[in-house]
């Protein structure tokens, strides 16, 4: 039997491979994007005390209404934006699936995508999967920043939507205010939409996250992902949500209905009750501002130099001091001689681009980090 691959191009991913590495030879795993932490034991409590009381089947399709309308409350009170928990507000099974029933459903073959890369791995694959035409545009060398002209010179009758992501991964570059008015005048008139990944809005940390549903225009042309594994270090449960406003999220909803139908009913609930207080979501940036600072700090002195890290938990450094290997081979060289790994920056561009560039994850406890840092300060 012969099968044509739908996605020739495609192995196993980046994150997958480093993990497996690093378990492989015992070293301190900086590379996949998830904490070396627990979460909030109250948050484990809830998910215990809902699965004790028997809350073990499966949840309404577009999510439990209590966690939409938390989710709804939490979007206007930062955002200033009024969602229909009943029917503009959908949970998911992690912002992957969110970003793939948006792609689904809006992308037909021959339809365009504009995608700044490097971008997030799951991107192209699902823009190819339903026949659309990613269209990649280079985000600025150094800063990461969005080249506007560049952007508009990519739309075409053809462009369907274009997919950005702010706080980004895995550059740590944040989009501001200008950079929505930008996008805002290159769409107006167009049916272009906007998928826009905010898995890291509680990841901003140098000033407010500018979310797409605060801009006047653009909000309502968006489809709006986050993740809860993001905001409350729990990555391994996949509940993430889609916003969007009316025909979007009709037609987001037709595809998530049949894709995964519905998410994991106990932790629906335990995240309803845990989002009630906004202090859990408040108190994230902090967190991470003085991890961000931290590991900075414990990197001064080593060969690798650091670019700008604005959001996320990712932190990119520039190794041209240190080596001319290939940022891949040196990925792999590092986990097997220092015992650190670490992700290859290539990865996320479509055609491999190598800025000898590697991206740290440092969502660690503070003794993880020392210790990465102290053999990375051997090299
Ligand atoms: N988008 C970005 C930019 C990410 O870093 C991730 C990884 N968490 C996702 C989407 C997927 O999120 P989830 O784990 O909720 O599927
Ligand atoms: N978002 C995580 C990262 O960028 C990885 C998620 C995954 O393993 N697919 O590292």
């Given at each position: 039997m012969r099968i044509e691959s739908k996605l020739p191009q495609v192995g196993t991913t980046i994150f997958t491979v480093m993990s497996g590495l690093a378990a492989q030879v015992g070293a301190i795993n900086l590379?996949?994007?998830?904490?070396d932490f627990d979460c909030a034991p109250e948050l484990t409590e809830l998910v215990a005390k809902y699965l004790r009381q028997g809350f073990n089947q499966y949840a309404p399709m577009p999510g439990l209404l209590a966690l939409r309308e938390r989710i709804a409350e939490k979007t206007e009170r930062l955002y200033g934006r009024v969602f229909s928990p009943d029917t503009e507000i959908t949970v998911t099974s992690g912002a992957t699936e969110a970003l793939y029933a948006a792609v689904a459903a809006l992308v037909r073959p021959g339809d365009e995508v504009i995608v700044l890369e490097p971008c997030y791995d799951c991107y192209l694959p699902a823009i190819e999967l339903n026949g659309g035409v990613p269209v990649c545009v280079p985000l600025r060398p150094g800063t990461y920043a969005v080249d506007w002209p560049a952007v508009r010179a990519a739309c075409s009758l053809r462009t369907r939507a274009i997919m950005i992501n702010s706080p980004h991964n895995p550059t740590g570059s944040v989009l501001t205010w200008a950079d929505l008015a930008q996008l805002a005048d290159l769409v107006r008139g167009t049916d272009i939409c906007i998928i826009s990944d905010e898995v890291y809005e509680h990841i901003c940390l140098d000033g407010e996250h500018q979310s797409v549903l605060r801009h006047p225009d653009l909000w309502q042309r968006s489809l709006v992902m986050s993740s809860f594994g993001k905001t409350f270090h729990v990555t391994g449960w996949k509940v993430g949500y889609c916003v969007a406003k009316g025909e979007l999220a009709r037609e987001f909803r037709k595809v998530h209905q049949f894709l995964t139908f519905s998410t994991v009913t106990p932790i629906q609930h335990a995240l309803a009750d845990f989002l009630a207080d906004e202090a859990n979501y408040l108190a994230v940036p902090d967190f991470f501002r003085q991890k961000r600072d931290k590991f900075r700090a414990l990197l001064a002195g080593t060969k690798f130099d650091l670019l700008p890290c604005h959001g996320t938990y990712f932190q990119v450094a520039s190794y041209t001091r240190l080596s001319s290997e290939g940022d891949y081979d040196l990925a792999l060289r590092l986990t097997r001689e220092i015992g650190v790994a670490t992700i290859p920056l290539s990865v996320f561009f479509a055609h491999r681009r190598d800025d000898h560039v590697l991206r740290f994850c440092f969502a660690k406890k503070d003794e993880t980090l020392e210790r990465a840092a102290e053999r990375l300060h051997r090299l």
């Open positions: 590379s996949q994007g998830f904490p």
